[in-house]
């Protein structure tokens, strides 16, 4: 275990086995009202209109998170909103989880508990009525989470990425930009003389203190806002996971069509962080002309015909770069 958590005393999940451990973290989780829950080869869960969505993440200690900057309940906040945000992005209400947890035998059972609790605050906060209905724990020398999700679209069709129409309006909703300018102050000032990422300078930095170190830690995606876009007619959806210009360029293309922004680039509303940061996990979407737009969206600009590019603004291609794990990280710090 990293030497971070050090201060985590107790049994490891070494000490204790796979079925000690298992019971000690599902009874901090949320249960929710699956038909047949954990216990049995397979939760059971309703899909009332024959049909349901389901997603899938996975967050890696290094590439994903570090715990020099991240506590267990983090986490397991950020492993469950993450998931539920795409959930949410197809139009749909979260109705499960299914967590798969790997950990170095040396783990501190607590870690693992904390965790669980993380989850459990995330859910209770942002999908009321969820709960986690299965999993599986294993042991690696990389500490590794894996959660996949379940949704009802409850009767309406999903909102995919390839329905935008040229008349759209393009609207977003959530915050943009405060994860990726958390993460750049913990690279600049949550390291310590070598760069690695570190606890102690975390907090002397003042970082520890920053919201926007704390949206990067727990995103608060609008999860309520899409099934309200769904209801309110939108024709293509998806979550902003790896920044807003990289994901618009992804519903462009499968939309055939091209964005073009209406909003300044250069102010509040719309920046360079906000436009290429990434993990704010709020939801793009694109609507019919005349619909009042639900919930917290907002308009950011209009669905053209396809041109020479996926996103425009004032006439002149947008770059859609954003995050991506191959490309933006080294596996320098761990």
Known sequence: ?????DAWAGPTVGDLGELVVLDRIVRRLPAGSPLL???????VVAAPDGRFVVTTDMMVHGPDFRWAWSSPADLGWKAAATNLSDV???GAVP?????ALAAPQDTPVAVLESFADGVRLAVDALAPGCGVVGGDLSTSATFTVSVTAFGDLQGRPPVVRSGARPGDVVAVSGELGAAARGLTRLFR???DAAGEPSRAATVASGADADPDVARQRRPVPPIADG????TAGATAMLDLSDGLAID???LARASRVTLSLDVALDGPALDDVALHGGEDHGLLATFPPDTALPGG???IGVVLDRGDADLVHGGATVPTTGWDPYADWDGAAG
């Open 1 to 5: 275990m990293d030497a971070t958590y």
């Open 37 to 43: 829950g954990p216990g049995d080869d397979c939760a």
């Open 88 to 90: 949410c992005a197809m």
């Open 95 to 99: 109705t499960g989880l299914v967590i």
């Open 189 to 191: 000032e949550g390291v």
């Open 227 to 230: 099934p309200l876009a769904a």
């Open 248 to 250: 618009a360029g992804r």
């Open 297 to 299: 969206f907002r308009r």
